[in-house]
């Protein structure tokens, strides 16, 4: 099984030859579209998934302040992926169909090594 493009510009694949999964976007069959995010892993405690934690800021009219936000994203983890990705690490991830009740991106590649 071979490696395939899966068409994103500046998407690195990954250095695992083999993947049995068949939600990886490179070795399995699911395709990525819709958004393209980062955020900070704080949690791998789950077999195929992690958590990831987006900061935003939000600007509140009434006071004319930003207040900072934050959301959490549950991301698949692809097995050719899990042995890079570790906790307080900066990830890519991509919108794909929905993989279960709370998953709906994938990880697909490992941007830099950062603390929680």
């Known amino acids: ?14 250095k695992a030859k083999e993947c049995n999964d068949k939600d990886c976007p490179f070795h399995g069959t699911t395709r990525i579209r819709g958004k393209i995010t980062s955020g900070v892993v704080v949690s791998k405690k789950s077999r195929n998934t992690v958590i990831i934690r987006r900061n ?3 600007f509140i009219k009434k006071y004319q302040r ?3 936000r934050n959301t959490r994203l549950a991301c698949h983890l692809p097995d050719c992926l899990r042995n ?3 906790l307080g690490d900066l990830i890519r991830v991509g919108e ?21």
């Open 96 to 116: 794909s169909r929905k993989l279960s009740k709370t998953k709906a991106f994938i990880v697909l590649e490992k941007i830099s090594s950062e603390e929680i």
């Open 84 to 86: 890079e990705i570790n």
């Open 1 to 14: 099984m071979s490696i395939r493009n899966i068409g994103i510009p500046g998407v690195s694949p990954p």
């Open 66 to 68: 930003y207040e900072r």
């Open 56 to 58: 935003y800021v939000q």
